[in-house]
């Protein structure tokens, strides 16, 4: 299974990411995270020093091997389609049992240029999608346009998260847009930060048309542990047994995922 999680900034990406990466690992199955977020945070949701995490855009050296060209540079030759089946292995950083790849601030060329390090991001990217047993969970910024096409049509479903609020219903209407446009229609949505069955409603209401896959309820706990070392020492809350309910769902919809 391959999932993609956006959102407007803020909603709980990250925070569902690591809740059904826990999900897949502790049933056996090789979970691969990709921090596609310029400013994410998930090594720290791992528990691990983001100081000590060199994100792959910064790789000089493996970006210069493997494309033939420096990253910084455009214009010159370099290879579209580098090596990059070994980099889930070799680059990954892995933690309880799950692997982690931050990609990094992948410059976007401009006026179709396309430079060495977007070269190797999106070479690895499809990659995921399209050769790895693995469930890959891809943490996203609310602009996805940098999922290229064919990695966007390998996605099994597109999480959207969103909160009570009219923000982030815009936000999702506006990934909506911007995945179908790359031919990724495979969307549904979970509601965050949920108090009560009125914020419920209010999201229900709010986006007809959309799918939810399940609402996860607004937890102190959820708090303590972002302060605390990260989001695995959330075991047994209400927010780890709605979480659990999505995955399962996710499952339903996509059964050929083996857990
Ligand atoms: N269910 C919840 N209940 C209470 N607080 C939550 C819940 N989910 C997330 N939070 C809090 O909201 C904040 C943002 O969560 P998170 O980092 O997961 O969001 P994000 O969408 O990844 O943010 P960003 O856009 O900055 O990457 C964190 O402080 C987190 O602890
Ligand atoms: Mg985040």
Excluded: W
């Amino acid at each position: 299974m391959k999932i993609a999680v956006s959102g407007k900034g803020g909603v709980g990406k990250t925070t569902l990411v690591l809740l059904l990466a826990r999900y897949f690992r502790d049933r056996g199955t090789g979970v691969i995270l990709v921090d596609a977020d310029p400013d994410g945070n998930l090594a720290a949701g791992l528990g691990l020093d983001p100081a000590s995490v060199v994100p792959i855009s910064a790789m000089k050296e493996l970006i210069a091997e493997r494309t033939g060209a420096r990253p910084g540079t455009s214009g010159g030759f370099f290879k579209l389609n580098p090596r990059v089946d070994d980099l889930p292995d070799t680059v990954a950083i892995k933690k309880d049992g799950i692997r982690l790849l931050v990609m990094g601030t992948v410059r976007r060329g401009g006026g179709g240029c396309i430079c060495p390090e977007s070269a190797l991001a999106k070479a690895l990217l499809l990659h995921l999608v399209l050769e790895r047993d693995d469930v890959v969970i891809m943490d996203m910024e609310a602009g996805i346009e940098h999922l290229g096409r064919g990695t966007a049509r390998a996605v099994d479903m597109m999480i959207v998260v969103v909160e009570p609020g009219r923000r982030s219903v815009e936000t999702a209407n506006r990934v909506r847009a911007l995945a179908a446009d790359i031919g990724l229609t495979k969307i549904a949505v979970v509601g965050n930060k949920v108090r009560d069955e009125g914020d419920e409603k209010f999201l229900r209401e709010a986006m007809p048309g959309f799918v939810f896959l399940g609402f996860i309820p607004f937890s102190e706990a959820v708090i303590q542990a972002d302060i605390g070392d990260g989001g695995f020492s959330l075991a047994d809350s209400p927010v780890t047994a709605a979480a659990d309910e999505i995955a399962k769902r996710l499952i339903e919809i996509d059964p050929g995922t083996q857990t």
